[in-house]
């Protein structure tokens, strides 16, 4: 039978004594529908307090003006002044830093956050409120980690006010396995990742001997984990190894042969088998087998039998570990093979030839963002034969990959169409996807802004949260940086760049902090 599921309010109820709450939810939407649900039955601060927070509002709206408008934010300003608030990476920096300031002041009492507010701020809490324990990966659901339980759990307990922190997780009766199994003993060890880019392959090249080339790809920590890794294994294997040779010398000579009673056993038990099958070779030949051996009288049949357990488990043991050895050894050979593969895709495109820069090269060792993408952009004369308007709308998509339920009102442009063409003809020539990351969806919401939209016409242009927009921009505006510095001896090009990016670096997205 589904049990009902525990409001807020009762949660919040049961633990009021243990206030203030992080309540972590993961989903942005679901962090505004539960402090909404909360905020019609609290009211967490008295008069003064009120005050005070409608005080640190106002600075903050005539700081960042245009900023702190719409519907959304007349719903959280009037959360805050009940002492509850939610924060997510859609809303922006602004409203994020005041809800944080807030928080810090001891003037909100519940907030609503995703894990993201567990990872590098530094806000303590009397208590930890799990809505769940089961998260969207982007593939699929999944129980939280240890490492990322613990992440968040240990935001519970503020030093000089509580003795301890407190967590709660609320289970959902349809998947009462969520919780329960968290265990500090078992947090999952860090993992080594290191990414062979185009940028990377370029650097190494251009900056380091080969020795160093070979330093670098042995020893990082990724390396470093799976050299331990191959160590141990080796170990492993060697000491399974010793106990299979250990136990088949505790065997007698005939074990394993069709003189033993078990082999014997096992070999009429097949021949029984056999009734049901159509393999009337097999039987014949099993038959003469048995027939052309003697039966030895063996008096210790059953330590014989224990033994022969042992040797199973040993073997199969020692396969498995040979297995993992194998994998692990895989990886190892995949980070030289990966780079040797980058290497030659360069080499294919014209960015190098051994040691050799061309242009194009030189181009992409300053960039850091979809290099290849980005220099085919430049280098097809898209970003200087287009107004900049539709140049900004191309780049806006670079490394952007949209929501399955994302939408944005959509213009026809022309350099979007080439962009797309040029993008499926990279992907011919054999350029890894990945490193093909792009978007035609940003487009339309930079177009609009470098013609002078203001921000809340973009929020009604698409199904984007604020935080989103402002992060779209933000990367943009980095990227136009790294194309300036490509583009040195290009003038023309680098002067076009700086006022396009100077034109998007305005407002709401001009932010400071």
């Known amino acids: 039978m589904e049990l009902p599921e525990i409001s807020c309010s009762e949660i919040i109820e049961s633990i009021q004594d243990k206030l203030p709450v992080l309540f972590f939810v993961f989903s942005r939407g679901r962090t505004e529908i539960l402090a909404n649900d909360l905020g019609r039955?609290?009211?967490f601060l008295h008069d003064r307090e009120k005050k005070t927070v409608e005080s640190k509002i106002r600075?903050?709206?005539?700081?960042?003006p245009g900023t702190f408008s719409g519907p959304g934010w007349r719903n959280l300003r009037r959360l805050l002044l009940?002492?509850?608030?939610?924060?997510h990476a859609g809303?922006?920096?602004?409203?994020k830093y005041l809800v944080e300031k807030l928080y810090s002041q001891r003037l909100l009492w519940v907030i609503f956050c995703t894990e993201t507010f567990a990872a590098g701020v530094n806000f303590p809490a009397a208590s930890a409120v799990f809505d769940s324990t089961r998260k969207w990966d982007g593939r699929d659901f999944r129980i939280l980690q240890?490492?990322?339980f613990f992440q968040m759990a240990g935001r519970a307990g503020r030093r000089g006010f509580d003795r301890i922190g407190h967590a709660f997780v609320r289970?959902?009766?349809r998947f009462p396995e969520q919780t329960g199994f968290f265990d500090e003993k078992d947090v999952e060890p860090v993992s080594g990742r290191l990414i062979i880019s185009p940028n990377t392959v370029l650097s190494l090249l251009r900056y380091k001997t080969d020795e160093e080339i070979d330093r670098f790809l042995n020893n990082n920590f990724k390396m470093y984990q799976l050299s331990k890794k191959k160590i141990l294994l080796e170990q492993e294997i060697k000491l399974c190894k010793g106990r299979i040779s250990a136990v088949k010398a505790?065997?007698?000579?005939e074990s394993r042969t069709l003189a033993c009673p078990l082999e014997r056993n096992k070999a009429r038990k097949q021949l029984r088998r056999y009734r049901w099958k159509k393999n009337r070779r097999e039987k014949e030949r099993l038959q003469k087998q048995l027939s052309a051996v003697a039966p030895r009288k063996c008096q210790e049949y059953q330590k014989c039998l224990a033994a022969s357990e042992q040797l199973q488990e040993a073997e199969a043991l020692c396969r498995q570990l040979q297995e993992e050895y194998g994998a692990v050894s895989t990886q190892v050979n995949s980070i030289f093979v990966e780079y040797r593969e980058v290497k030659n895709l360069l080499e294919s495109l014209g960015y190098v030839k051994d040691r050799e820069f061309y242009p194009r090269g030189l181009f992409a060792l300053e960039i850091h963002v979809q290099e290849i993408l980005v220099t085919e952009i430049a280098f097809s004369g898209l970003l200087e034969d287009f107004d900049p308007a539709q140049v900004a709308a191309v780049l806006a998509g670079i490394e952007f990959i949209p929501g399955k339920n994302v939408q944005a009102a959509r213009v026809e442009l022309p350099a979007l169409r080439e962009t797309a063409l040029l993008r499926r003809n990279l992907l011919r020539l054999g350029v890894p996807e990945h490193f093909l990351i792009w978007s035609n969806l940003p487009g339309f919401l930079a177009f609009a802004w470098y013609n002078g939209a203001s921000f809340a016409e973009l929020q009604e242009m698409s199904s984007l949260q604020p935080g989103d927009i402002f992060s779209i921009f933000r990367r943009e505006i980095d990227l136009l940086r790294q194309i300036e510095r490509a583009a040195a001896g290009n003038p023309g090009l680098v002067e076009r760049v700086h006022l396009i990016r100077g034109r998007?670096?305005?407002?709401?997205?001009?932010?400071?902090?």
Not at 91 to 95: A, G, K, N, Q
Not at 504 to 513: G, K, P, V
Request: contains cysteine; glycine residues 2%.
């Open 41 to 43: 039955e609290w009211d």
């Open 59 to 64: 600075e903050a709206e005539a700081e960042h």
């Open 82 to 87: 009940q002492g509850i608030a939610y924060h």
């Open 91 to 95: 809303l922006l920096p602004p409203v």
């Open 146 to 148: 240890n490492r990322e």
């Open 171 to 173: 289970v959902d009766s």
């Open 250 to 253: 505790a065997l007698c000579p």
């Open 504 to 513: 998007l670096d305005r407002e709401e997205i001009a932010l400071s902090f």
